[in-house]
């Protein structure tokens, strides 16, 4: 079967700093690949990569057996490639509906902005993503942390994506959210999309993904089955940066 | 580290509803009616002032028609400034369009088409000729801050050198007049619809408003969202009503001199009725602002374009992540405060019946200052063109109070100043107080 997303060696530089170094990873789908590693590791640099957000300097991106040229966000929104930032990028100014359609806003028929239409269809996708949101038409500046995670988490999964990027998804919810959002990733696995998963949550990763592939120092260290490795084989490749056969 | 790591605070039940107050039924944003307030204040205490001189129709009149040209500017200087971008170059630019058309009408389009003053094509051939220059000075400035990253502040600041001078070399720094007789309709007095379009257009404002509010309305009740009570949506919509009418009845009072209805009458080779009497009404230019208005207002909050600039202005990475094109959108801003510099140099060199070299000298000033004092925040993603508007007007009415009461100029301008910072700290302490950013 052909992979949903192959990354392959990609490397991109800042400055000095290699972030990413020579890295390879693939994607199938209704597979979560967990990406685990210390700060700084590279990480976000990696998926943002795939996301549009930065260019790499050497590299290819194949998805679904074709190289594609990912140059900006867009192109990875016509590739059904959708990312949840860790830093959420979302407009504090705007309201959650705005935010959730920004860039795909629905129009009526004179070609002007539905704002009742995208509010019906926030409250339906919050509803099922974290009921207890309510401040549906105030300034996402006015929310929680964990609120405004649930709005880029909507928006992310509302248009339908077949690749969808989670940078730490979880961090700032509480445990019920959390475990919502887990509900969610299964569900949409088993729908057949593919997730890129990243968080410093070692047990979570175990529980949600179907491997888990190491970075350190921008470089990956290895990838594993979840069900060959143990937390502790998990956390001493995170420490020690080694490949678990070597170590 | 990650960003958040508050933990979980999504769980606390929203507050219970408190009980809700007079204002929050009516849903109305309190800055505005603070605005409106101080607007109403500052007319109450010059009229007082001017033993009631200030609060005539006359003076109403002319209040009105000395605003327009900085708040047309005003409303595009509100997305300027949203984009976390600055336009000292408007003044300048003012005066390059004015330049433009005044050379176009009075030089070009005689020598080269044979089209004299006066011939119907000259005046909208001139202003398409401002639109033009303007758009495309505004949407170089933009690509340079855009697509260059070089400071808007920058870019403007050289642009209020460069572009006050290419004014100077396009007229030899000679003042250029008169203008064509219809584009001086756009001036002010001498282009008003008088008395009975006057009222046909206030009906249909009306109408209009009532509509909008109305189908408003049964769209939230379409979408099962909640609205407020009927009284209040009644009598939102008698305020707007009473508001319209009494602003036409206003212009409307203000009549003509009788020795100008007798030059009109001698010039067309009739002879005036006795007890003739004609009423100004409500002046093209403030018609053209109006348009502008509704025109922006719709621009910013139903088209995809306003979402982008708010979006931007809020959050740039955030928007670029979003796919929006934010240099391009730069570029789109600065061309459209181009073009409105550029209609604004109309009403402005129709005021004067001619185009003088200080034109617009100090416009920059004053429309970043009716842009701020209408609640444009500096800090970007907030402002309202409504609010430009009302930020312009109330400058306007001050310069002009203190005219009236006979403060001399270095004075009036001291107060100006200080009026600018002090409506910016009450700004800041009310969005402190209000939870806003
Ligand atoms: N825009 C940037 N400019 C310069 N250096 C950057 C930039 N973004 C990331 N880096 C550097 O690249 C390296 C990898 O950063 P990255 O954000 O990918 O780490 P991460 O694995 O996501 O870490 P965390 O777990 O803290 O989120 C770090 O050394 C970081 O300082
Ligand atoms: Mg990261």
Redesign the pocket.
Known sequence: MTPLVELKNISLS??G?R?VDNVSLDLHPGEVVGLL?H????????IKILAGAYQMDEGEIWIEGKKVNIQSPRDARRHNIETIY?TLALADNLDAPSNLFLGRELTNRFGLVDDAQMEAETRKIMARLNPNFKKISEPVSALSGGQRQSVAIARAVYFNAKILIMD?PTAALGVHESKMVADLIKELKAQGLGIFLIS?DTREMLDLCDRVSV?KN?ALIGTEKVGDVTEDDILSMIIMGKARDAA | ??DSSTAGTSTRPSAAKPKRSFLTQLEIDTRLLGMIGAFILVCLVFNVLTDGRFLTPRNIFNLTIQTVSVAIMATGMVFVIVTRHIDLSVGAMLATCSAAMAVTQTDLLPKMFGLGLGHPLTPWIAIAVGLVVGAFIGAFQGWLIGYLTIPAFIVTLGGLLIWRNVAWYMTDGQTIGPLDDTFQKFGGINGTVGETWSWVIGIIAVIVALWALWSSRRNKVNHEFPVKPLWAEALVGVVIAVGILGFVAILNAYEVPTARLLREFEARGEVMPDNYTAAYGIPYSVLLLIAIAIGMTVLAKRTRLGRYIFATGGNPDAAELSGINTRLLTVKIFALMGALVALSAVVASARLTNHSNDIGTLDELRVIAAAVIGGTALAGGIGTIHGAILGALIMQSLQSGMAMVGVDAPLQNIVVGAVLVLAVWIDIVYRRRTGGK
């Open positions: 800042f400055g700093v972030a590693g700060n700084g590791a590279g990480k976000s640099t990696l860790q730490e410093h970075m921008g | 580290m990650t």
